[in-house]
């Protein structure tokens, strides 16, 4: 993707009329009986039991890695020496993800907000990956009395890794426990645009391209990198929901039948909130991109590009001498964080004698905080869609998944919950 400078165009969502439609009758998986028709936006007040908080999972010792990375693979038959290439980055930190720890601040954080409003919603969490597994935060819930729960997912976007699959995680808890008959699960719209999520970026850019003015560095200088966790190419371009009229879907082309462009829903998220922090945190035009990180799989298989180490190889020649990074994609500093971009960007950018700061994430940031449970209270009080903030024209994002959404093209569709099927 080439360099794009503030005030572009936002991509738009379909409209209602172009989204799949939920057919009369057509009940939504394991959802509270206001999610179960099927609307877009819910807006019948629920009295959940409880949150569902739902993370990735990390090792928390040398001797969890490898079970872990198998757990995160499981299903590809990939070998344990294999595991151990990718092992490295977490020796390298005593084998400890920092995202548990981090999960259990923002655990924390939650609950001291919500004290601070008067309100009863106990906060469960669950892992994919590693303990506390979702299994567990479901018993937990069980034995507490919950019967309605509203799950956050760690991820602000939509893609079959970053939404459908914590879905599926869900259902298989449910089944897993055999407590589908006992308790229900929503789950909030995805928050890549909500206030709360971006604006804690949009301070960090502001202060990051004040810190670099001060030095000397003009800002046509400066080149601003909004990097984010790069995907299979065919998983991005099946991101989002499907269109509406089935005649103007080829099957084939998944890219027109979403109407989002190159990349899905998945780049158009990203790009739209991208183009919002730009144009809140500074007061001139500023050269910025969107690059991705992290990418794994065969060499042969494409995903999306450019590679932020490849993007800033490039910046020198076009005069640049000092760049931002901004984990766009990324809740907290967890490994993708801390070994791609503090590690390998900032490696990168040393070696091409650029300047670089990183934005921080927005971890337990109080406007972050406060804005998730912003978004369970729209469930709770069933806020009207016109009412619910978006800082882009693709949202708000939709309550309840749309059939055909963000399917796995390697796997297909697996029973999830929070959508219609499949």
């Given at each position: 993707m080439a360099a794009r400078n503030l005030g572009g165009t936002a991509p738009h969502k379909p409209s209602p009329a172009a989204s799949a439609p939920c057919a009369a009758g057509s009940r939504v998986p394991g959802a509270t009986p206001a999610a179960q028709s099927g609307a877009e936006h819910v807006e019948t007040p629920v009295a959940y039991d409880g949150i569902l908080l739902s993370g990735f999972g990390g090792p928390e010792g040398q001797d969890e890695v490898i079970p872990f990375l198998r757990n995160v693979t499981s299903g590809r038959g990939i070998p344990d020496e294999r595991l151990e290439e990718v092992a490295h980055h977490y020796r390298h930190y005593d084998g400890v993800s920092p995202i548990n720890e981090q999960n259990r601040r923002l655990k924390a954080a939650l609950e001291a907000e919500i004290a601070s409003r008067g309100l009863d919603l106990p906060v469960f969490w669950g892992n994919r990956n590693w303990e506390p597994y979702m299994n567990d935060a479901l018993s937990e819930a069980a034995e507490a009395g919950a019967r309605k729960l509203i799950a956050i997912a760690?991820?602000?976007?939509?893609?079959?890794?970053?939404?459908?699959?914590?879905?599926?995680?869900?259902?298989?808890?449910?089944?897993?426990?055999?407590?589908?008959?006992?308790?229900?699960?929503?789950?909030?719209?995805?928050?890549?645009?909500?206030?709360?999520?971006?604006?804690?970026?949009?301070?960090?850019?502001?202060?990051?391209?004040?810190?670099?003015?001060?030095?000397?560095?003009?800002?046509?200088?400066?080149?601003?990198?909004?990097?984010?966790?790069?995907?299979?190419?065919?998983?991005?371009?099946?991101?989002?929901?499907?269109?509406?009229?089935?005649?103007?879907?080829?099957?084939?082309?998944?890219?027109?039948?979403?109407?989002?462009?190159?990349?899905?829903?998945?780049?158009?998220?990203h790009e739209a909130v991208a183009e919002v922090v730009m144009r809140e945190?500074?007061?001139?035009?500023?050269?910025?991109?969107?690059?991705?990180?992290?990418?794994?799989?065969?060499?042969?298989?494409?995903?999306?590009?450019?590679?932020?180490?490849?993007?800033?190889?490039?910046?020198?020649?076009?005069?640049?001498?000092?760049?931002?990074?901004?984990?766009?994609?990324?809740?907290?500093?967890?490994?993708?964080?801390?070994?791609?971009?503090?590690?390998?960007a900032l490696e990168s950018a040393e070696e091409h004698g650029l300047r670089a700061?990183?934005?921080?994430?927005?971890?337990?940031?109080?406007?972050?905080?406060?804005?998730?449970?912003?978004?369970?209270?729209?469930?709770?009080?069933?806020?009207?869609?016109?009412?619910?903030?978006?800082?882009?024209?693709?949202?708000?994002?939709?309550?309840?998944?749309?059939?055909?959404c963000c399917e796995n093209v390697r796997l297909g569709f697996r029973p999830a919950l929070g959508g219609i099927a499949p």
């Open positions: 760690t991820s602000a976007y939509s893609s079959y890794s970053s939404c459908r699959q914590y879905r599926e995680d869900y259902a298989d808890a449910l089944e897993d426990t055999g407590l589908g008959d006992s308790i229900q699960i929503d789950k909030v719209r995805q928050f890549f645009d909500h206030p709360g999520f971006v604006t804690p970026f949009i301070e960090g850019v502001r202060d990051a391209i004040v810190e670099l003015t001060a030095s000397g560095i003009a800002e046509s200088e400066i080149e601003v990198l909004f990097a984010t966790h790069s995907i299979p190419t065919t998983d991005a371009l099946r991101s989002g929901p499907a269109v509406l009229d089935a005649s103007s879907a080829t099957g084939t082309d998944p890219e027109a039948d979403r109407g989002f462009g190159g990349g899905g829903a998945y780049a158009a998220q945190a500074v007061s001139s035009p500023l050269s910025w991109q969107l690059v991705y990180q992290s990418r794994s799989g065969p060499p042969t298989q494409p995903w999306l590009e450019p590679d932020i180490n490849d993007a800033i190889a490039l910046l020198p020649a076009r005069g640049v001498k000092a760049i931002v990074i901004v984990p766009l994609g990324f809740m907290s500093d967890h490994m993708e964080v801390l070994w791609d971009l503090d590690n390998e700061v990183r934005v921080p994430t927005p971890g337990t940031h109080p406007a972050f905080v406060s804005g998730l449970v912003d978004l369970v209270m729209e469930r709770v009080e069933g806020v009207p869609t016109a009412e619910r903030p978006a800082l882009t024209e693709l949202g708000p994002w939709y309550d309840v998944c749309r059939p055909g």
